[in-house]
């Protein structure tokens, strides 16, 4: 009797495996593979990055080389308006370091700047990360001039646009020992050679070569040109023309029929962004796309 109990549990714990899939492994297997979807934890990060478009780096690779380029800029440049980060340099590690958005780490985790779980200790605000959402490979580094290869824990992301920004916010916020900036006076830095030393002298990279990869690539594809900010009317420019047309309406200096209006068409009363007693500050908030009009609808060059 206690032979065929003994029987039957053996029989049962081989069922049970076959039907799991349960095999072995070692543990240096377990540390070289990326994790399987079904080890890794996948959530909808709990930021947003502010953006109507997302975009996934698998859905570029069939790109052409400059059609990604191109991409990744005009990524950049949207958080350059938000971030102050110089859309250039951005574009340009982005570039470098997710090859085009070809590596691993992009195509699987929407990771193009190469950032780990754990920066140092570091926590900053603006996080798009979800704190959890990991990625596990092999990566290259050099120390002291010497590659060596580890295994780490990278981010990772929903989106390319979620990268792009936790990117920026790190570059921001991220301290030496919780006190001092570790990146100090990259934040409005116009120059892309300074602000890409800043980075490398803030111990961003451990290629000693860094900096000259960079700017190399900013300059072989000319992405300052990301670095200029959109030509649509900002807020400020709106509040003034609004501000102007009410001084205009409470001192009634002069009738409505004498303003200068600044629209897309005259027929588009609802594209309207100020009307202005003065041609001058009509044209200063006149952007590409709008047009200035007189009281009888007809365009004023």
């Known amino acids: 009797m206690l032979k065929k109990l003994k029987r039957m549990l053996l029989v049962g714990c081989m069922t049970l495996c076959t039907v799991s899939g349960v095999q072995a492994a070692t543990l240096e297997d377990s540390m070289l593979k990326p994790p399987s979807e079904e080890h890794t934890t996948e959530k909808v990060s709990s930021f947003s990055t502010g953006n109507t478009s997302v975009t996934t780096a698998a859905e570029l690779v069939d790109l052409s080389q400059e059609e990604r380029v191109n ?44 950032m780990k779980a754990d920066l140092s200790g570091n926590m900053w605000e603006g996080s798009t990360w979800d ?93 300052t040109r990301f670095d200029e900010i959109s030509e649509e009317p900002s807020q400020k420019q709106t509040k003034q023309a609004k501000k102007d047309e009410e001084e205009s309406k409470e001192t009634n200096s002069q009738s409505s029929d004498e303003l200068y209006r600044v629209r897309k068409s005259w027929e588009d009363a609802a594209s309207q962004i100020g009307a202005f007693t003065s041609l001058e500050n009509a044209r200063e908030v006149c952007a590409k796309g709008y047009h200035i009009y007189d009281a009888q609808g007809q365009e004023v060059k």
């Open 71 to 114: 991409k990744i800029g005009e990524m950049c440049r949207e958080d350059y308006e938000k971030s102050g980060v110089l859309a250039s340099v951005s574009a340009a590690q982005c570039i470098l370091e997710s090859g085009y958005l070809t590596t691993e780490l992009a195509t699987d985790a929407n990771n193009c700047f190469g």
């Open 131 to 223: 704190g959890t959402s990991l990625y596990t490979k092999q990566t290259g580094e050099e120390y002291d001039g010497q590659n060596v290869t580890i295994v780490a824990d990278f981010r990772r992301y929903d989106c390319v646009e979620d990268s792009v920004a936790d990117h920026s916010a790190y570059l921001l916020g991220a301290t030496v020992d919780g006190e001092v900036l570790r990146y100090a006076g990259l934040e409005g830095e116009t120059d892309y050679r300074k602000a890409i030393q800043i980075i490398k002298d803030g111990g961003y990279a451990t290629d000693s070569n860094y900096v000259a990869k960079v700017c190399s690539i900013i300059e072989r594809y000319d992405l």
